[in-house]
């Protein structure tokens, strides 16, 4: 009779959470598969079958954009995962109270919000870049978010800036979590700072890169506010990341049938690297139990 309460219980707590994973996740990704088979505008609705999906391969527009998240992603996740872990490093250093400001500050860009975050760099990089440029007369302060390869850099920039101070508190957890006593025993076998970091920290740091590479992946794929509010996908389309891409396709051109095909492939893609990535770094990790 307990168990048969307890049983119930658990399904009672659980039931709140199963129907908004159902209601909010499930039946709308079901939906969504079904619509990419469909030529649906929005208001009507026909089945074609692979017709979308044939199509989609040979869109120009939507590989290259394809080509632009990736390119970005691979870029992010290198630049935020060693600002953040050099963060971490940085604020867990014995340096009194100060730390505490320092780990604020990291931390701080974090709490802004993309659309913000985005026109307040945009005013940085047409604004202050530009007067720069004009009193110092180098070339490269000029014209930042009107050149392809600039407007990319910039897009990183303010990415990086933005996840280094989040990325750094899962370091902070994992390095704080490093039996003291394994430091101590490699200063007294004569291992300076450089070595203790490259032979203890460094292989007990494995499970913290492999949740921040997921995170820092997952969120660089998914950037669309980030990308709206900077570049709006310019010039003429070439910062144009797959977010972006797939919102303008079904909200623009009304093409919601082939808007959600390009979603369903996106989706394989990010699963499949993300499935990838988890599985190589799990390999590395180190249990010290």
């Known amino acids: 009779m307990k168990n048969r309460h307890g049983k119930l219980s658990y399904g009672l707590f659980l039931f709140p959470s199963l129907l908004a994973i159902v209601t909010v996740i499930l039946i709308p990704l079901l939906y969504g598969i079904y619509t990419s088979f469909t030529n ?73 919000g993309g659309l913000i975050l985005g026109f307040v760099w945009q005013f940085i990089f047409i604004q202050a870049f530009e007067r720069i440029g004009t009193l110092t007369g180098i070339d490269l302060f000029s014209g930042w978010l009107s050149n392809p390869n600039t407007a990319f850099w910039a897009l990183v920039i303010v990415f990086v800036w933005q996840m280094s101070g989040y990325i750094m508190l899962v370091y902070i957890a994992f390095l704080s979590k490093i039996p003291q006593e394994l430091i101590e025993s490699a200063q007294l076998d004569g291992a300076n700072s450089r070595k203790i970091f490259r032979h203890v920290k460094l292989p007990l740091l494995a499970p913290a890169f492999t949740i921040s590479l997921f995170l820092t992946l997952a969120n660089a794929f998914k950037v669309y506010d980030l990308n709206l509010a900077l570049t709006s996908g310019g010039p003429f389309r070439s910062s144009e990341m797959v977010a972006m891409n797939i919102y303008n396709t079904a909200f623009l051109q009304y093409q919601q049938g082939y808007a959600q095909a390009k979603g369903v492939i996106f989706l394989v893609i990010v699963v499949l690297i993300s499935i990838t990535q988890v599985y190589f770094t799990r390999r590395k990790e180190v249990d010290l139990t």
């Open 40 to 112: 649906s505008d929005g208001f009507n609705m026909d089945f074609i079958g692979f017709e979308n999906y044939i199509r989609l391969f040979s869109d120009t527009q939507f590989m290259t954009s394809l080509w632009v998240t990736i390119r970005f992603s691979l870029v992010a996740v290198i630049l935020v995962n060693a600002i953040g872990l050099g963060f971490a490093l940085l604020v867990t250093q014995k340096v009194g109270r100060i730390r505490n400001f320092f780990r604020t500050t990291f931390f701080m860009p974090n709490l802004i």
